[in-house]
């Protein structure tokens, strides 16, 4: 049967997505593969239907145990010999699971990734043709999500070199694929990378007061859509849920203090209609497949864009018109900032959040900034976003953008955003004595122009593509392949008049 073939029998589809074809014939002609896709676009069938090809068994990394058995039944059902070994197994469980894979029952063999060394003595007896790890970002401290199990699978290459290795995760800047590939063992994996592009989310930040007068008017404009709440405590969940319910709606709190049977019967009830408001922490929603829902409110500041995309990821899958609403306040970022300073690598997380904050204080479309920060460019405002919605006054800003990407340039892009300004400007502190930089022929070029209002012109080339924040080296603004269109090739670039009430607020915000 063909690739196609097998497609409809087992799935039920007429056509592969956007570059699943491409990564199933690679996969299939044994090569190892980087896979980025965003979430619900379809990375399972990236290694499900080589299973079906492949002539022994893939070896499927997730770690995802709360939802393997639901995966493993949906297969199954779609006549797939799959299998799943995890911890939530008794013995029982697990030894039918190790004799159907010692009698070549499975095709596909789901395990987390700390309870793969319990296989490992079986899994030597079989042929394995495909590894695939997915949420491969987990293996990364440079990913938002790292998990100390993942790092165990760094044998994985050097124990099956015969299998082929396909990583896939939804959220991996260029430093981070670049990071996996090397934890795997899988340097020389080809990279593909799917458009992070969702034009049907329509996206927008308020400020963050008065939420819930903000949320209730928000909901009365979508009466009895489907929508997800993110906030951070478990506390608030709980508060949200019940003002909510307070006031009619069908809503239902989830967060990791609850227990198990009750998270689980709130998904249900969320995936079946049965209630139409989740109020959750992160914790709600990998691995949900719900096509309708309409909106997620981000009722505080997430502490990254990756978190941040995919959570709004979920609303709108099934293509249609559905709305991202984020609430900005500075009392967010200020715990957030204790979080990140606590954390495993500070620096990083305190630079992703510093990043994030960019994002909701953004003046050019929301949209092509978000995909800059996966490295995608947007050739054209989005048209669906506040921003975009409600345009603030633009200029001409050719000139600052030559002379800021000139300065990045001269400083062999070995600066930080501050001290790229302070150069511009001209100051003689020691942070720009001491590196030399006074002596640049870009060196107070920018005299004339205040300090806050270069920050937030090189925010804006940022957010538009011309110029990239180095999370793993030390935040140095480097340049990037639009920017030399604008250093060589005069191409015209558009900034945003700084509004006088965002000078005074960043002011105020120094003091
Ligand atoms: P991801 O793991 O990337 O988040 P999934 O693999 O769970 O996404 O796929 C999301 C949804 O898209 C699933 O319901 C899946 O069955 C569906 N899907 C995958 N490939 C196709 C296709 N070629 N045509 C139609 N639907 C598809
Ligand atoms: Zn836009």
């Known amino acids: 049967m063909t690739k196609l073939e097998l497609l409809k029998k087992h799935f039920g589809y ?27 676009g379809g990375k399972s069938m990236c290694f499900q239907l080589p299973s079906l090809i492949l002539p022994g068994i893939t070896l499927v990394i997730s770690p995802l145990i709360a939802l393997m058995k639901d995966q493993v039944d949906a297969l199954n059902a779609n006549g797939i010999a799959a299998g799943f070994f995890n911890s939530s197994q008794d013995t029982a469980d697990q030894d039918e699971v190790i004799k159907k894979l010692q009698s070549n029952q499975l095709q596909l063999l789901y395990v987390a990734p700390e309870s793969i060394s319990l296989l490992q003595n079986h899994l030597n007896e079989v042929k394995i043709s495909l590894i695939a790890v997915d949420e491969a970002h987990c293996i990364s401290t440079w990913g938002h999500d790292f998990r100390p199990a993942y790092t165990q699978l760094s044998y994985l290459k050097k124990s099956f070199p015969e299998a082929s290795l396909i990583a896939l995760t939804a959220t ?9 590939k090397k934890q ?28 819930m007068t903000q949320i209730f008017r928000f909901l009365n404009h ?68 719900k096509s309708n829902v309409r909106f997620v409110i981000h009722y505080n500041m997430p502490k990254n864009v990756e978190g941040y995309y995919q959570e709004i990821g979920r609303a709108g899958r099934d293509g249609l018109e559905s709305q991202a609403l984020l ?19 500070s620096e990083v997380q305190i630079a992703k959040l510093e990043r994030m904050k960019q994002f909701a204080e953004a003046l050019t479309c929301r949209r092509r900034m978000l995909l800059s920060y996966f ?8 048209g669906n976003c506040d921003v975009c919605l409600n345009k603030p006054d633009f200029m001409d800003g050719t000139r600052q953008a030559q002379m800021a990407l000139s300065a990045v340039y001269r400083m062999g892009q070995r600066a930080t955003l501050n001290l790229l ?37 090189i925010i804006q080339l940022i957010n538009q593509g011309l110029l990239e924040i180095a999370f793993h080296e030390n935040n140095h603004l480097k340049l990037t392949p639009e920017s030399e269109k604008v250093l060589f090739e005069d191409k015209p670039v558009r900034l945003a008049v700084i509004p006088k009430s965002e000078q005074r607020a960043a002011a105020a915000q120094l003091q």
């Open 375 to 382: 490295n995608e460019f947007l050739e054209q405002d989005c």
């Open 184 to 211: 795997l063992a899988i340097d020389n994996a080809r990279e593909f990378v799917a458009s992070f592009d969702r034009p049907n989310i329509m996206l927008e930040v308020r400020p963050g007061n008065n939420r």
């Open 14 to 40: 007429d056509s592969f997505r956007p570059l699943q074809e491409k990564i199933i014939d690679n996969v299939i002609d044994g090569n190892d593969l980087m896979v980025v896709m965003p979430t619900g």
């Open 327 to 345: 609430f900005h306040s500075y009392a967010d970022v200020i715990q957030l900032r204790k979080f990140a300073e606590g954390s495993g690598n």
């Open 222 to 289: 979508h009466k009895e859509s489907s929508g997800i709440i993110y906030c951070l405590s478990r506390k608030s969940c709980e508060n949200i849920a019940a003002k909510l319910k307070g006031q009619g709606f069908s809503a239902a709190a989830y967060h990791a203090g609850l227990e198990n049977r009750f998270r689980e019967s709130v998904q249900e009830q969320f995936i079946k209609d049965e209630v139409k408001i989740v109020v959750a922490t992160i914790a709600f929603g990998m691995g949900i497949d």
């Open 421 to 457: 300004v302070d150069v511009l400007r001209g100051a003689n502190n020691a942070g720009v004595m001491e590196s030399g930089f006074d002596k640049i022929k870009t060196y107070g070029a920018g005299k004339e122009t205040s300090w806050n209002d270069w920050q937030q012109y």
């Open 172 to 180: 991996a800047d260029r430093a981070t694929r670049a990071d996996i």
